[in-house]
Every structure is written in structure tokens, then in C-alpha cells.
């Protein structure tokens, strides 16, 4: 994620113009980025159980916030462009 996010401010900066051709790739590149963000800032993390050491412990994580941003800021991008 971190990469990415260098790599659109580096082509914003730089100011690389974005063909029709390659529209959806920067538009999931930036849907990917923000939901990425979006999933470290507000994600959701479920542990159950008890963790003494890992061992044996079940550990749960859900990811559902992270692809409802990039699904959502996808349309948005590809309805918008």
C-alpha cells in the first residue's frame, strides 16, 4: 500500500498524464489505495478466544470495510471518468 501511494504521488507530482487506455488500472490503483488506508485507520479486527501465547488461540479478522471502500470509490471513479 505503501508503494502505491508513493507511486500516485510521484505521478501527480510529475504530472504523467492518464490514457483512456489505461484509465481502470489507475482508477483500481487509486480505489486500492484509498481502501487500504481506509481498512488501517477504521478497520475492524475480532479476536476470540484467549491469546496466552498464540498457541491454539483462534483469531478472526474481518476485512469487509476495506473492500466496501474500494468497491464503492471504484464506481465512483470508473461512473465519474
Known amino acids: 500500500a505503501a508503494v502505491m ?3 500516485l504521488m510521484y505521478s501527480f507530482v510529475a504530472g504523467i498524464p ?3 487506455q489505461r484509465r481502470l488500472i489507475f482508477n483500481v490503483l487509486v480505489a486500492f489505495s484509498v481502501a487500504a488506508s481506509g481498512a488501517f485507520l477504521g478497520g475492524d479486527a475480532v479476536a476470540k478466544g484467549s491469546i496466552p501465547f498464540f498457541g491454539k488461540s ?4 474481518t476485512v469487509t470495510s476495506g473492500i466496501a471502500i474500494f468497491l464503492i470509490v471504484l464506481a465512483a471513479m470508473s461512473h465519474a471518468s
Open 58 to 61: 483462534p483469531l478472526t479478522f
Open 18 to 20: 492518464v490514457d483512456p
Open 5 to 7: 501511494v508513493a507511486f
